[in-house]
């Protein structure tokens, strides 16, 4: 059986001014970095034998990584579009959008949808190609949603919906 896997769906495009200035500021950073485990890699590759030289093969797989990464963001920053205001309708939920969602057992939940390269769990910030954010978008406050996770069939009531300032 081969290694082909079918390509991943294309992610969407859309991302907050904050999170292009971190891409951008990440992918400077990499430069930098990439300059100095070259130098590293280098001087590893200047001690002698490379087969079994730890230095220079762990260097190689650090660089490798670290041009992975800018080739992605060197490919991945020309085709965001920075989204930098609220929609024309902040009644319904869109891109940007802090949400607070009430389940079945009363518990609150707290969201903002943002682009899939900006997404943190830890922070509630959700990917607006995630379930949970295809289901509320364009809905509006006392909507019902339903959502599916591998758990089963979740249903939220929307409670509020705000954007940033």
Do not use: C
């Not at 130098?39 to 230095?55: F, I, K, P, Q, T």
């Not at 295809?134 to 929307?158: L, N, S």
């Amino acid at each position: 059986m081969g290694r082909w896997r079918p390509p991943q769906p294309k992610k969407s495009p859309y991302i907050t001014a904050a999170g292009y200035t971190v891409l951008e500021q990440e992918l400077k950073g990499l430069w930098t970095r990439r300059a100095d485990v070259t130098r590293a890699l280098s001087a590893a590759a200047a001690e002698g034998d490379r087969s079994e030289n730890a230095e220079y093969i762990y260097r190689k797989r650090e660089l490798a990584g670290i041009d992975r990464r800018i080739r992605y963001l060197q490919k991945r920053l020309p085709d965001l579009t920075v989204v930098s205001g609220p929609p024309t309708d902040p009644q319904r939920i869109f891109f940007g959008a802090y949400i607070t969602l009430e389940d079945e057992a009363g518990a609150e939940h707290h969201y903002r949808i943002v682009g899939p390269d900006e997404f943190d769990p830890q922070q509630g910030w959700i990917s607006m190609d995630s379930p949970m954010a295809r289901a509320v978008m364009k809905k509006g406050v006392d909507d019902e949603v339903q959502v599916e996770t591998p758990q089963g069939t979740r249903h939220y009531f929307i409670v509020a919906i705000r954007y940033a300032t």
